[in-house]
C-alpha cells in the first residue's frame, strides 16, 4: 500500500444493454476444488490492532521504544499532584524488553490520595461487567492501591478495587486484580486510573509499567481479541487469514522488520515493535494471538515471512540471506512442527501443543514496490527462488507463494504461487473480470478493495473516504471472475479491514469502529464479502451465457447439495432491471432455492457512515420455485449483488442478534 491524498467524487458511466440474459448451467465439466476461500489481511494500519481488535484497553502500557519512536508519556496524566517522568534506568529495569517505565513522585502529605490515568485509544467503554487488570510496581509502598474506571467528563466513578501492595524497594513486583464497575457509562470518554496513599511511599516515589486492562474478549482468551470486531470479522464467514499483515512484516528498515520472536511469551519480554504506521506497537498482538484468533474463527493461515527487503529499500545481499531463510524455517517449525521439535516445543510451553496446520507461506510483500527496481531484481534473482526451494525440500506440501504475480513481470517457478494487490475503481476491475482465465500459475488475490472513485487519477488523487455502494458492487465482479478460476486461485483478501474512526493513515477499510462499540459500522463492502463468503462452491460449472452488464459464475456444493448462482449487475442501460433465466442441468422442475439480493441507494456513492449509523445496503431475500422446465426466473436491479442457493446453510443472524444503529 502506498500514500495518497483525496480527491472529489466523479460518475459512474453506463454500459449499453437490450437483452434478457438466459443461462444454462452444465451439469459437468467445471472446475473441482476443495471450496474457494475469502479473508482478510490484518496488520496494525490504523490502530486496528493495538486499540482495535487486540483488546486491550491502556494506550502506551508500557512506555516502549524504538529506532523511530522515542518513549513518551502519551496517555497518562497526573491526579493529586503527582508527577510523572520517564525513568530509563538500566540497571533495574522491569526487563531486558521493557526498559523504561514511568515513575510517580509525591509529596508526603497526610492522607493524600495520589497517582495518574490514562485516557485509552481516544476513551474507553465502561460496562458492568468483568474487567481483568494488572501492573508492575517497583519501590517500597505499605497500604493498598485502587484501580477504578471514571469518567473524563465529570470524574463520576463507575467501579473501583482495592489492591494490597506487595511493592517492594529493589524488586519489581505484579498486582493482579479483576474490576466491575457497579454502573455503565453513557458515553466513551472515560479514563482508568491508579491511586495510592502518599504516606505510605517509603521513598519519594513509585515506579510503574506494564499497566495492563481487559474487558471481557472474544471466546474469553487471556490477552485476546475485542468481542463486537471479532465477531464482525467472524460473521464475514471467512476462510482465509493473511498474517501479519503487509508493510508490518517489511518494516522501515533492514533492522527494524516484524521479528515473530519478538511477539510470542509472557508481554513483559516483547519489546514493542517501530510500527510503520507513524506509531509505537507493543507486539502484544503477537503470533500465537494471530495463531488463536485463526483457530477460534476456522481461517486457514497465509503465513507471510521476512525475506530480507525493507520499505526504505534496504536489501539484505545473498550471502546474508540465509540466516533470514533459517528464521522462516524455524517460524513455520514453531507453528506446525511436532512437539518434540526444538520450536515445536516451545509452542507447547506456551500453551498450544497441538501444531497449526499451515499450507500457505507467502515470501515478503509486496517486493515489486518496495526499493525497485532493485528490490524486484534480487527478489526473482535470488530471493525468492531461495526461499522456495528451502521451504519446500523441508516442506513438500506448503504452497509458497511470490509477494508479486505474473502481471508483475515475474515468470514465477514451479511449484510458486503469485500474489495479486488491486487497490482501484470499480471499472478496473469489472475490466479485469477476465485476468485470470488463462493463467496457469496458482495465485493469492492477496490484497484488494475498491478505493478510487471512477475517473479518478489513482493514488495521485486518492482514497476515498469510505467504502462505498458502486465500489462494493465493482468488488462483486471481481470476487465472482477470482471464483470463476477457483482451481488457480488460492483466494482472496480484503486489505486493510479495520479502521480507527480516531486515528488512521487509510481511510478504505470493511469495518469501522471506535472505543464505543456503537461506532463499530460495517461498510458496504461487508455485506457484499458475507454475502458471497456465505455461499461457497465446491465445484464451478460451465454455462452458456456473455457477460456484461451481467457478471456470474454457477456450479455447486457437494457438501449441501445444492447448486449456486452468484451475480452481479454492474451498469445495465438506464439503470434498467435485468432479467435472468436460470437452468441447471439435471436439476428437477419444482426445485425451490433462496434468492438473496443486495441493493443499493440511487447515489452509488453512498455510503454506511459511522457517524450516522445508517446503513444503505438493502437485503432481500425470497424463496423461488424453477418453473416446468427447471427455470429459474427472476430479475435483478442495475448496481445489485445477489446470490441464488438450493440448498442456503447460513443464517443471517445479526441483523437479529446484534444491536445496531440502524
Known amino acids: 500500500m502506498v500514500s495518497f491524498t483525496l480527491i472529489a467524487l466523479t460518475g459512474i458511466c453506463f454500459a449499453p444493454f437490450t437483452t434478457a440474459v438466459d443461462i444454462t448451467v452444465s451439469s459437468g465439466g467445471g472446475n473441482a476444488t476443495n471450496g474457494h476461500q475469502y479473508g482478510f489481511l490484518h496488520e496494525d494500519i490504523n490502530y486496528s490492532g493495538d486499540g482495535g481488535l487486540y483488546a486491550e484497553l491502556i494506550r502506551n502500557r508500557a512506555f516502549q521504544s524504538s529506532e523511530r519512536h522515542s518513549s513518551s508519556l502519551d496517555a497518562w496524566f497526573p491526579i493529586n499532584g503527582a508527577q510523572l517522568s520517564l525513568n530509563n534506568n538500566p540497571s533495574a529495569p522491569l526487563s531486558d524488553a521493557l526498559t523504561t517505565s514511568m515513575n510517580v513522585a509525591v509529596s508526603k502529605s497526610e492522607g493524600t490520595e495520589v497517582g495518574f490515568f490514562n485516557v485509552g485509544f481516544w476513551g474507553m467503554d465502561v460496562k458492568i461487567q468483568k474487567y481483568t487488570g494488572s501492573f508492575w510496581?517497583?519501590?517500597?509502598?505499605?497500604?493498598?492501591?485502587?484501580?477504578?474506571?471514571?469518567?473524563n467528563l465529570t470524574g463520576e466513578e463507575f467501579g473501583s478495587v482495592s489492591i494490597p501492595s506487595q511493592s517492594q524497594n529493589d524488586q519489581w513486583t505484579e498486582h493482579s486484580f479483576e474490576l466491575t464497575p457497579s454502573k455503565s457509562a453513557s458515553n466513551s470518554n472515560n479514563t482508568f486510573a491508579i491511586t495510592f496513599e502518599a504516606s505510605g511511599v517509603s521513598g519519594d516515589s513509585l515506579d510503574f509499567n506494564l499497566i495492563s486492562l481487559f474487558p471481557p474478549t472474544y471466546k474469553d482468551r487471556k490477552n485476546g481479541m475485542r468481542i463486537d470486531l471479532a465477531e464482525a470479522l467472524e460473521q464475514l464467514h471467512p476462510t482465509l487469514f493473511r498474517i501479519p499483515g503487509g508493510n508490518m512484516l517489511e518494516g522501515n528498515t533492514n533492522t527494524s522488520w516484524w521479528d515473530w520472536k519478538n511477539s510470542i511469551g509472557p508481554l513483559k519480554d516483547r519489546p514493542g515493535f517501530s510500527g510503520v504506521w507513524g506509531y509505537q506497537q507493543t507486539n502484544g498482538l503477537g503470533l500465537m494471538e494471530y495463531l488463536e484468533f485463526a483457530e477460534d474463527v476456522g481461517m486457514e493461515l497465509v503465513l507471510a515471512v521476512w525475506d530480507g527487503l525493507a520499505l526504505n529499500g534496504d536489501i539484505t545481499p545473498q550471502a546474508q540471506l540465509q540466516e533470514f531463510i533459517n528464521d522462516a524455517l524455524n517460524e513455520i517449525e514453531f507453528i506446525r512442527g511436532p512437539v518434540d521439535s526444538r520450536w515445536g516445543s516451545l509452542r507447547a510451553e506456551l500453551g498450544h501443543p497441538e501444531p497449526w496446520t499451515l499450507k500457505y507461506v507467502e515470501i515478503g510483500n509486496e517486493d515489486w514496490l518496495a526499493g525497485a527496481p532493485e528490490g524486484w531484481d534480487t527478489f526473482k534473482n535470488y530471493r525468492f527462488p531461495m526461499f522456495l526451494e528451502a521451504i519446500n525440500t523441508a516442506y513438500p506440501d506448503i504452497q509458497v507463494i511470490s509477494s508479486g504475480s505474473v502481471y508483475d513481470g515475474y515468470d514465477i517457478p514451479a511449484p510458486g504461487g503469485g500474489d495479486y494487490h488491486l487497490y482501484a475503481e470499480p471499472d478496473t476491475f469489472v475490466s479485469e473480470f477476465s485476468k485470470f482465465d488463462n493463467v496457469a500459475t496458482p495465485h493469492l488475490i492477496g490484497e484488494m478493495a475498491s478505493a478510487h472513485p471512477n475517473g479518478g487519477s489513482g493514488w495521485n488523487a486518492g482514497l476515498m473516504p469510505f467504502p462505498w455502494w458502486g465500489g462494493a458492487v465493482g468488488e462483486a465482479v471481481a470476487l465472482i471472475g477470482y471464483e470463476r478460476n477457483q482451481d488457480r486461485i488460492i483466494g482472496v483478501a480484503y486489505a486493510p479491514i479495520i479502521r480507527n474512526m480516531n486515528r488512521w493513515q487509510w481511510s478504505i477499510t470493511m469495518l469501522q469502529f471506535a472505543a464505543d462499540p456503537a461506532m463499530t459500522t460495517r461498510?458496504?463492502?461487508?455485506?457484499?464479502?458475507?454475502?458471497?463468503?456465505?455461499?461457497?462452491?465446491?465445484?464451478?460449472?460451465?454455462?452458456?451465457?456473455?457477460?456484461?452488464?451481467?457478471?456470474?459464475?454457477?456450479?455447486?456444493?457437494?457438501?449441501?447439495?445444492?447448486?449456486?448462482?452468484?451475480?452481479?449487475?454492474?451498469?445495465?442501460?438506464?439503470?434498467?432491471?435485468?432479467?435472468?433465466?436460470?437452468?441447471?442441468?439435471?436439476?428437477?422442475?419444482?426445485?425451490?432455492?433462496?434468492?438473496?439480493?443486495?441493493?443499493?441507494?440511487?447515489?452509488?456513492?453512498?455510503?454506511?457512515?459511522?457517524?450516522?449509523?445508517?446503513?444503505v445496503v438493502e437485503t432481500s431475500t425470497q424463496t423461488v420455485t424453477s418453473d416446468e422446465q427447471g427455470n429459474f426466473q427472476f430479475n435483478l436491479p442495475n448496481l445489485s449483488v445477489a446470490v441464488l442457493d438450493s440448498a442456503p446453510k447460513v443464517k443471517r443472524r445479526w441483523d437479529r442478534s446484534i444491536k445496531q444503529k440502524w
Open 137 to 151: 510496581v517497583k519501590g517500597g509502598y505499605t497500604g493498598s492501591f485502587t484501580a477504578s474506571l471514571r469518567s
Open 523 to 615: 461498510s458496504t463492502s461487508w455485506y457484499v464479502w458475507e454475502l458471497m463468503a456465505a455461499h461457497i462452491m465446491t465445484e464451478t460449472l460451465p454455462a452458456t451465457a456473455d457477460f456484461d452488464p451481467l457478471y456470474y459464475v454457477a456450479g455447486k456444493n457437494e457438501k449441501t447439495g445444492g447448486h449456486v448462482f452468484k451475480a452481479a449487475v454492474y451498469n445495465s442501460t438506464d439503470g434498467a432491471d435485468v432479467p435472468v433465466k436460470l437452468k441447471f442441468e439435471g436439476a428437477a422442475p419444482g426445485t425451490e432455492a433462496e434468492l438473496t439480493i443486495l441493493t443499493g441507494p440511487e447515489n452509488a456513492y453512498s455510503i454506511n457512515d459511522p457517524f450516522t449509523g445508517i446503513n
